[in-house]
């Protein structure tokens, strides 16, 4: 597999699992915008960890069932739409509905991790596994970082907006650039 696919693959799935990350940092800030009480801001984080394992449970099996590429990309849109309810939300239940969409479908990650897998050769799917999982971890490492600076710059409701964007970016590119039906799997 190309470096260049196999980059792809870790920034597209290092940017997917950050959406769960983004708003710890946030949690106090959209509290006070959208009035909700500071003893259960904490339940954002929460819902969007619980939305992620009902993703696990729901749509990572599917990825054994439908094209993969279709799939990832699917799923993707429909985050960067998520991503969009959380950055438009007027009250607090419509942010908690995004947070938990957001955890639902950032499951892609798993996704992707199992889709370039699939598409490497045998001889080198330790190493590709290896650097989309980096991807993911420093997704991980780097989210609150990230959401934190560009809260401060611009406002928390501009982290989802611009995550948002990148995850459309993210999907054409990988539309364009993924085969049409996934390789049957080499053992």
């Known amino acids: 597999?190309?470096?260049?696919?196999?980059?792809?693959?870790?920034?597209?799935?290092?940017?997917?699992?950050?959406?769960?990350?983004?708003a710890q940092p946030l949690l106090v800030t959209m509290g006070a915008d959208l009035g909700i009480a500071a003893s259960t801001v904490g339940g954002i984080v929460t819902l969007t960890q619980l939305g992620?394992?009902?993703g696990l449970f729901l749509l990572v099996p599917l990825g054994d069932l439908l094209d993969r590429r279709r799939l990832v990309v699917g799923l993707l849109a429909l985050l960067a739409i998520a991503e969009l309810v959380a950055a438009t939300a007027a009250n607090g239940v419509v942010l908690l509905?995004?947070?938990?969409?957001?955890?639902?479908?950032?499951?892609?990650?798993?996704?992707?991790v199992?889709?370039?897998?699939?598409?490497?050769?045998?001889a080198e799917?330790?190493?590709?596994?290896?650097?989309v999982t980096t991807g993911v971890v420093l997704g991980?490492?780097?989210?609150?970082?990230?959401?934190?600076?560009?809260?401060?710059?611009?406002?928390?409701?501009?982290?989802?907006?611009?995550?948002?964007?990148?995850?459309?970016?993210?999907?054409?590119?990988?539309?364009?650039?993924?085969?049409?039906?996934?390789?049957?799997e080499r053992v």
């Open 97 to 112: 509905a995004g947070m938990v969409a957001i955890g639902v479908l950032a499951v892609v990650t798993q996704l992707l």
């Open 52 to 54: 992620y394992g009902l």
């Open 114 to 122: 199992a889709f370039a897998a699939s598409l490497a050769a045998p």
């Open 1 to 22: 597999m190309h470096r260049g696919v196999v980059l792809l693959f870790a920034v597209a799935a290092g940017t997917a699992v950050a959406t769960i990350y983004f």
């Open 140 to 184: 991980i490492l780097l989210a609150r970082t990230v959401s934190g600076t560009l809260a401060d710059i611009a406002g928390w409701r501009a982290v989802y907006v611009v995550s948002a964007g990148v995850t459309v970016l993210i999907a054409v590119v990988l539309y364009r650039v993924l085969p049409a039906r996934s390789p049957p």
């Open 125 to 131: 799917r330790g190493r590709v596994v290896g650097l």
